[in-house]
């Protein structure tokens, strides 16, 4: 896995002939050196890497058998701890290590690399450019990771590779010089001498950082997801809280409708429109009569035909002529003493005069009054005691506004309320 992160620390190593039941542990930072590196790190190879995986182990230096290289490397990593300079830990075995060496010619990397294979307990190598600076290395694909034979060395070896920047392994190689002795030469081995075994060693520890290890900090993604869900739970809250106050007020805006104390229309809350049934409940008679109402049998004709008869906009001008309502008897029978005392109880005719309203104020045309010789016009009379032709405000209260067109007094009856009342509302 490619690095983001690296550790050093600083651990006390029993000895084995004098300690034989020892344990190693880390010393505290105020006696000892660490140091944290967060980024600048370059990965070469992540062979053997399990994923969430840190690589870990002890610095030390792997001993050449090549003399040129070993010649070479001389000037960077003289005095450094070298893998005799690491004690046998008492369970047996070897420590974990992570070696650290100059990426110089090509011969002397693979020697360091064929060294790495046949030190028991490598687990890690890293690499520097010798002369480079602070900055990250070059990308792996760089030809400054070239040794010739086509990018094999990455594949032959059971280890994960790194590179850092010269600066920071220059100063690890210096820290390395000072901790590859006995606990009294190291910094501070006066302290160290009388908290641990005086025979015991003190030596650089590594802690490589891999991508999804998680061992610091939770990753970047982890943290998105904690956020994301924080917001969606405070959406789902928020939400169901303003559903639950909108349906409380909802019931309380219906109830008020209900008992009349509000008008929707009337406040430019809703547009409403008058039903068919309620229409049919109407006070409807002759104009200038002051006989029965009209029965139901001609109210449902006069509706039905100005629902057929009445086509695209129903208020026309007055000069265009209106749809001749259907001529009923001229005494037409009186409808049953029980439902006409019913219709009458229910509407309350008003019966306006012939000169308080002689024209219908949608078409502008003048009512004919009943007579002798005319049969007079029909008309409906709305709660508010306005007269229009039937064909006329018919349309206009079921297609409209459920308003007077004079007076703007709601033609519903009171506690009236539309089937869905909605938030908007």
């Known amino acids: 896995m490619s690095a983001t992160s690296l550790q050093i620390l600083t651990l006390e190593l029993p000895n084995p002939e004098t300690n034989p039941t020892g344990d190693y542990h880390q010393v505290n930072h105020t006696y000892a050196y660490e140091s944290n ?21 002890l610095l030390y230096v792997p001993t050449v058998e090549d003399e040129d290289c070993r010649n070479a490397s001389e000037e960077y990593v003289y005095n450094t701890t070298r893998f005799e300079d690491i004690p046998r830990p ?41 002369d480079s600076g602070p900055g990250q290395p070059p990308d792996m694909n760089s030809n400054q990771w070239w040794l010739g034979e086509g990018g094999t060395w990455k594949r032959q070896n059971d280890y994960p590779v790194y590179a850092l920047p010269g600066s920071i392994a220059t100063s690890l190689l210096g820290v390395s010089r000072m901790y590859s002795g006995n606990m009294s030469s190291v910094p501070f081995g006066e ?14 520890f590594v802690d490589i950082d891999t991508a999804g290890s998680g061992t610091q900090l939770p990753s970047l993604w982890i943290f998105l997801l904690i956020v994301l869900g924080v917001l969606i739970s405070v959406v789902a809250v928020t939400s169901l809280t303003m559903h639950f106050l909108q349906r409380r007020r909802r019931i309380a805006l219906r109830r008020r409708v209900a008992n009349g104390e509000v008008d929707l229309e009337a406040l430019g809350i809703k547009r409403l ?53 259907p001529a009923p008897d001229a005494s037409p029978a009186p409808a049953r003493r029980g439902h006409r005392k019913s219709r009458q109880a229910q509407q309350q005719s008003f019966r306006p005069t012939q000169m308080s309203q002689p024209t219908c104020a949608i078409c502008l045309d003048d009512y004919v009054p009943v007579s002798a010789e005319s049969e007079g016009t029909t008309v409906r009379e709305l709660p508010c005691h306005h007269i229009f032709h039937p064909e006329c405000v018919d349309a206009f209260l079921k297609e409209n506004s459920s308003l007077c067109p004079i007076c703007k007094r709601t033609a519903l009856p009171q506690g009236y309320c539309p089937r869905n009342v909605t938030n908007a509302m």
């Open 37 to 57: 590196y967060p980024d600048n790190i370059r990965t070469l190879s992540t062979n053997g890497v399990a994923a969430g995986s840190d690589v870990t182990g």
């Open 90 to 130: 008492n369970a047996g075995g070897n420590y974990d290590l992570v070696a650290l060496a100059p990426w110089l010619s090509p011969n002397c990397v693979q020697s360091y690399l064929r060294q790495a294979r046949q030190d028991p307990g490598v687990q890690g190598f890293l690499f520097f450019l010798p």
């Open 191 to 204: 302290e160290l001498t009388v908290t641990y075994d005086p025979d015991g060693y003190i030596r650089l």
């Open 273 to 325: 429109t008058v039903p068919q049934d309620i229409l049919d409940k109407m006070p409807l008679y002759k104009y200038g009569s002051t006989g029965e109402l009209l029965p139901p049998s001609a109210a449902a004709a006069v509706a039905a035909n100005a629902k057929e008869g009445v086509e695209g906009d129903k208020l026309e001008s007055a000069s265009s002529s209106r749809p001749s309502s």
